[in-house]
T-cell receptor, first 116, second 107 residues
Framework: QVQLQESGPGRVKPSETLSLTCTFS????????WSWVRQPPGKRLEWIGY???????NYNPAFQSRVSISIDTSRNQFSLKLTSATAADTAVYYC??????????WSQGTLVTVSS | DIQMTQSPSSLSASVGDRVTITCRAS??????LAWFQQKPGKAPQSLIY???TLHSGVPSKFSGSGSGTEFTLTISSLQPEDFATYYC?????????FGGGTKVDIK
């Protein structure tokens, strides 16, 4: 049973970079894609993108110019960076395992607030 | 992007009720649809994929149907543990997109 846990600051200042890391255990890193999804308050879930074990990425065009997802296979971790953060990036951020195109396991989520 | 629309956005029901939630896609997604359940403060849990296939361990009171642009999630007999928010999600094309959610609460 895979377990995923996010870590990172709960508050980011406007214009700075939002950075989160997800640590996973109990699974083979090569078999899956590793994704980020977020949910702004009162809004629907938004898929941000994924990274494969080889470092291949696929991003939602809505975030294309600001997002970077990377992976550290030696630590079973993958990371999200979202530059030029604004209040609109305030959201609960989830990391998730993606089997093919299916999101089949999720973390509990962490609230990141963009505020000065 | 493919837009996903769920209805209703919320509903009140009693234990033992049969509940149906509808999800519509803005274009044909064949059967590439998943359903998730989320309880407050918890991770979303996968219920159904391929429109009607239950994930391992999901009880048979949950069922899904539909193809193309219209889909339904049915809970045959609502139990206290089923009060939650339910989301549909298409995986026909990237970017993956979600419905707005249906909150099921106690009448």
């Amino acid at each position: 049973q895979v377990q995923l846990q996010e870590s990172g600051p709960g508050r980011v200042k406007p214009s700075e970079t939002l950075s989160l890391t997800c640590t996973f255990s109990g699974d083979s890193i090569k078999t899956y894609y590793w994704s980020w999804v977020r949910q702004p308050p009162g809004k629907r879930l938004e898929w941000i993108g994924y990274v494969s074990y080889s470092g291949t990425t696929n991003y939602n065009p809505a975030f294309q110019s600001r997002v970077s997802i990377s992976i550290d296979t030696s630590r079973n971790q993958f990371s999200l960076k979202l530059t030029s953060a604004t209040a609109a990036d305030t959201a609960v951020y989830y990391c998730a395992r993606q089997m093919g195109v299916l999101l089949d396991s999720w973390s509990q989520g962490t609230l990141v607030t963009v505020s000065s | 992007d493919i837009q996903m629309t769920q209805s209703p956005s919320s509903l009140s029901a009693s234990v033992g009720d049969r509940v149906t939630i509808t999800c519509r896609a803005s274009q044909d997604i064949n059967y590439f649809l998943a359903w998730f359940q989320q309880k407050p403060g918890k991770a979303p849990q996968s219920l159904i994929y391929a429109a009607s296939t239950l994930h391992s361990g999901v009880p048979s009171k949950f069922s899904g149907s539909g193809s193309g642009t219209e889909f339904t999630l049915t809970i045959s007999s609502l139990q206290p543990e089923d009060f939650a928010t339910y989301y549909c999600q298409q995986y026909k094309t990237y970017p993956l997109t979600f419905g707005g959610g249906t909150k099921v609460d106690i009448k």
